[in-house]
């Protein structure tokens, strides 16, 4: 890892204390991946798909300090069906006790203010497939972690992959090739994104990969 300033040091360490699903040695994958976008494309636009309570917006901001880029993380804020009452990954302090749905809004809006990145991180409240019919800005990063069932996974990536810049970065989390280990749908859209030609591998750390765009049609 090249040198950081103490700014993202901080935030780094900061990021680790943010509640979520992502490991430490990811989020600094991810880091290095906005990192590396930011300097290709100076005061481009990142966008993550999935916010939860912010961990990976911190990670991503980080990687924003600095430059002038913006990251937009969009969430519905209701939690993955795999977050609802029931289901493994649900956390009943995340329950709105006016009508017993999730929000995690506020527990976002806590992480960006906490680590001072409100300039840099921007939250897009909404779903995924409504507000990519209506984007325009180039991209140059795409993470996506949203709902990792069949239907939005496929939706996330048909609707935000071809917004991509040609020498943009695509990354996906919870990819897990072995069917033991996750979920199907986040491995099969990496696998189309390979398959496209399109995109080509860059790196891979944990479940989370980082591919390239490197061509604009297939
Ligand atoms: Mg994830």
Request: proline share 6%; aromatic share 8%.
């Amino acid at each position: 890892m090249s040198t950081l300033s103490p700014r993202q040091q901080e935030l780094l360490s900061f990021a680790k204390t943010v509640r979520g699903f992502m490991p430490d040695d990811e989020g600094l994958a991810l880091f290095e991946a906005g990192r590396e976008a930011c300097r290709r494309f100076p005061g481009g636009a990142l966008l993550e798909v999935g916010a939860w309570c912010g961990k990976s917006g911190v990670y991503l901001g980080a990687s924003c300090e600095g430059s002038q880029s913006i990251l937009f993380s969009l969430d519905h804020h209701r939690g993955s069906e795999e977050n609802q009452v029931g289901w493994e990954h649900h956390d009943d302090d995340l329950v709105d006790p006016v009508d017993n749905r999730l929000n995690t809004l506020p527990h976002w809006q806590r992480s960006v203010a906490d680590a001072g990145l409100e300039e840099s991180v921007v939250g897009l409240v909404g779903h995924s497939h409504i507000v990519a019919r209506h984007w325009t800005t180039p991209l140059s990063l795409l993470f996506i972690d949203g709902g990792h069932g069949e239907e939005p996974a496929w939706a996330d990536f048909r609707g935000w992959t071809p917004h991509v810049k040609v020498g943009g970065l695509l990354a996906i989390h919870d990819v897990f090739e072995n069917p033991a280990d996750g979920g199907r749908p986040p491995f099969d859209i990496y696998c189309a994104a390979v398959e496209s030609g399109l995109f080509v591998d860059v790196s891979q750390q944990g479940s989370l990969r980082v591919l390239e765009r490197t061509s604009p049609t297939n």
